[in-house]
């Protein structure tokens, strides 16, 4: 897999474990009037043309010291909010042109403590952490998830080999992280192959349950537990980082696998509005 990606997941997970949570960070006030709501009326005019009944609200934040400040704008509309939490994006200005460097569905968001020389972290909805990295923000991954961050560790056995490479491939040799689950799925095992170049994207992870596939994806290897609200069946749910952000899976008990119910970034189960 790409040790560079792998490698940068796993210091993203890391990243500043006690500096991140030890001070109070700053609440962005969002805001209708003044110049960062008028800037953001400009850039999403016609957002606004075929919604006519919703408004945006802006701040301008200074995340980083000496450098331009990034624009914030949360979208007030039925559309774009379930309850408190709607639609909100980050802005910064490259060569005059907008960028966006974040989108998140959320209810708060705060600026954490940090040195000015180096650039600001975000909390989202009091409990979730995203680290700036070059021109955008990432999720911390270990913020989103109960317990440690995990990867396939473990080398396969020669008995599972053969399974395994009926899933992922030519690839001779693979590592596993079991996990215990609950419910009636019980021990998950968590497979991925060694000694390959898989890519950017990071390299295929299969999750098998009692020898059989429950879920399939592309991932740099980190992966976590998610909270008690999805787990489903006495079934834990999973959070598996990918080469965008993360993916929540929550267990399907009629389908008997895991299927996929949002994510950190634009996605046909996390759509923009």
């Not at 689950?181 to 098998?208: R, S, Y």
């Not at 959070?239 to 046909?268: H, P």
Request: aromatic share 6%.
């Amino acid at each position: 897999m790409s040790i560079s990606i792998r490698a940068l997941l796993l210091s993203a997970a890391v990243a500043l474990p006690g500096l991140a949570l030890a001070a109070s960070p700053t609440p962005v006030q969002f805001s209708a009037k003044g110049n960062a709501a008028t800037q953001a009326d400009q850039v999403y005019a016609a957002f606004l043309r075929s919604h006519p009944k919703a408004r945006l609200e802006a701040a301008s934040l200074d995340l980083w010291h000496g450098h331009t400040s990034v624009l914030a704008v949360r979208f007030v509309d039925p559309s774009t909010c379930t309850g408190d939490e709607c639609h909100t994006v980050l802005l910064d200005q490259v060569a005059g042109r907008w960028h966006e460097m974040m989108a998140q569905r959320l209810s708060t968001l705060a600026v954490m403590p940090h040195p000015a020389a180096a650039p600001a972290n975000l909390m989202v909805d009091g409990r979730h952490v995203w680290q700036r990295l070059a021109d955008t923000f990432v999720p911390q991954i270990q913020s989103y998830i109960d317990g440690a961050p995990m990867v396939a560790s473990t080398p396969v056995d020669a008995s599972h080999a053969a399974v395994m490479a009926s899933y992922l491939g030519a690839a001779k040799a693979f590592v596993m992280q079991s996990v215990k689950v609950g419910g009636k799925l019980g021990t998950i095992d968590v497979v991925q192959p060694t000694g390959v170049n898989c890519g950017e994207a990071g390299c295929p992870m299969v999750v098998f349950g009692n020898q059989h596939p429950v879920l399939s994806t592309t991932s740099p290897g980190l992966f976590g537990l998610a909270p008690g609200a999805d787990t489903v069946d006495g079934v834990r749910g999973l959070v598996v980082a990918v080469v965008n952000g993360l993916d929540f899976y929550r267990w399907d008990t009629t389908a008997g696998k895991y299927e996929m119910t949002r994510t950190t970034y634009t996605s046909s189960v996390t759509p923009v509005p």
